[in-house]
């Protein structure tokens, strides 16, 4: 069968598995190119990586075993491939991954599993103790819009919403190009909360609070969790509506369980700010289409742009893995968006947002490379493969 892409409102229904695992390949290869020209003085030794499938969860697996040699742990909930079903990304990425790290001897384990539930928690406990290792470093980069909490069972489901005010903004149409008006009332009291307790720090620190009773973290171990800040012009449907809330309870986890972990093990708890990038949710998010793409306009000709495996690479070299403290902010924070935040970059990206239409969009910002971005992830417009080629089952890479 041919695979092509299904896109839905933004949003692409499927994935091809040899596009996903050349992706998978792509970045291992970034890492090994990276590698050689990198002096390390630390190293991370065993690494759980909750959300470990895609975005800045898979180029963080990535990073700590073929950049660190490490073992790593990746749990993940995906849908997994039929003979004429597809699965998600996701599930071919971790099949791309396991097949590369057996090829060059490196220890990996991948469970696909809900990482809210207890289940998946004792799971990787139980993996770890009969391994007789530790985890160093264990990154949470869950990206789910829903979540059982396993202790009470009540189901709760995030939303994107302003907050006390009405937003009223444009998007961008992947498959026509086209612009259109987007409004959203603001959240309930209800919706704020349920969102706090879906994409904020509470099955975080239920992770850390297990590891640590169960003996299964190392000491002086770091756990570090994905947040984002971005412009003031997103702020309105973003950092200050319900999403914003839950990032604000994130980082304020942080900050307690370094207190915790500092106590117990010696450890370190942080939040790290990374770049605004193409990811399956900030397609759908308004206003950042338009956002994105002049960023990347910007940032390519400036020669400062990176994508989830260039970050995080960075991120473990220059921030995690000196010899010296972890540098923050003012507010306790790691900043590998630095480059995105410049004043001169923002002001730049600002203007152009004002004087955008449908009929410069490909001349103003790079559309063009946010549509290949959007394709990659799921496994289409990825160099090297040809989409001509009829794939016999849908189940394996």
């Known amino acids: ?203 975080w620190e239920r992770w850390i609070h297990k590891m640590q009773k169960a003996s299964v973290l190392a000491p002086q171990v770091k756990t570090i969790a994905y947040s984002y800040v971005g412009p003031e012009l997103s702020h309105a449907i973003y950092r200050n509506g319900t999403i914003g809330e839950a990032k604000k309870h994130l980082e304020a986890t942080a900050k307690t369980l370094s207190q915790y972990l500092s106590q117990s093990v010696g450890g370190e708890a942080f939040v790290s700010i990374n770049k605004g990038l193409v990811t399956r949710s900030s397609t759908v998010i308004p206003i950042m289409p338009f956002y994105i793409s002049i960023l990347y306009k910007v940032m390519k000709r400036k020669n400062t742009h990176e994508d989830c495996i260039a970050q995080c690479e960075r991120l473990f070299a220059e921030r995690l893995y000196t010899g010296n403290p972890i540098p923050v902010d003012e507010n306790g924070l790691i900043r590998i968006d630095e480059f995105e935040m410049d004043p001169s970059v923002q002001e730049e990206v600002a203007q152009t947002m004002k004087e955008i239409t449908e009929e410069n969009l490909y001349e103003l910002s790079d559309f063009k490379g946010f549509l290949k971005d959007f394709y990659t992830i799921h496994g289409f417009d990825v160099d090297g493969i040809d989409y001509s080629q009829a794939l016999e089952r849908l189940d394996q890479i």
């Open 1 to 203: 069968m041919i695979v092509k892409p299904l896109v839905r409102s933004n949003i692409c229904l499927n994935a091809h598995p040899k596009g996903c695992a050349k992706d998978v390949e792509n970045q291992i290869e970034y890492i090994l190119q990276k590698k050689k020209s990198r002096a390390f003085t630390e190293k991370p030794k065993t690494v759980v990586i909750l959300g470990a499938s895609t975005g800045y969860g898979l180029a963080s697996r990535i990073t700590a075993a073929f950049g660190y040699d490490a073992l790593t742990i990746g749990v993940s909930f995906e849908r997994e491939g039929g003979l004429k079903k597809s699965a998600s990304p996701g599930w071919y990425n971790n099949l791309a991954f396991d097949a590369c790290a057996k090829k060059m001897n490196l220890e990996s384990y991948t469970f696909n599993i809900d990482a809210f539930s207890e289940e998946a928690c004792d799971t990787v406990i139980e993996k770890l103790k009969s391994l007789n290792k530790k985890a160093d470093l264990v990154i949470y980069s869950i990206a789910s819009p829903v979540r059982t909490d396993p202790e009470s069972g009540v189901f709760y489901k995030s939303v994107l919403k302003p907050i006390q005010q009405n937003f009223e903004g444009n998007t961008i149409d992947i498959l026509s190009s086209k612009f259109s008006p987007v409004k959203v009332e603001p959240a309930t009291e209800e919706e704020i909360q349920n969102t706090v307790k879906v994409m904020g720090g509470e099955d």
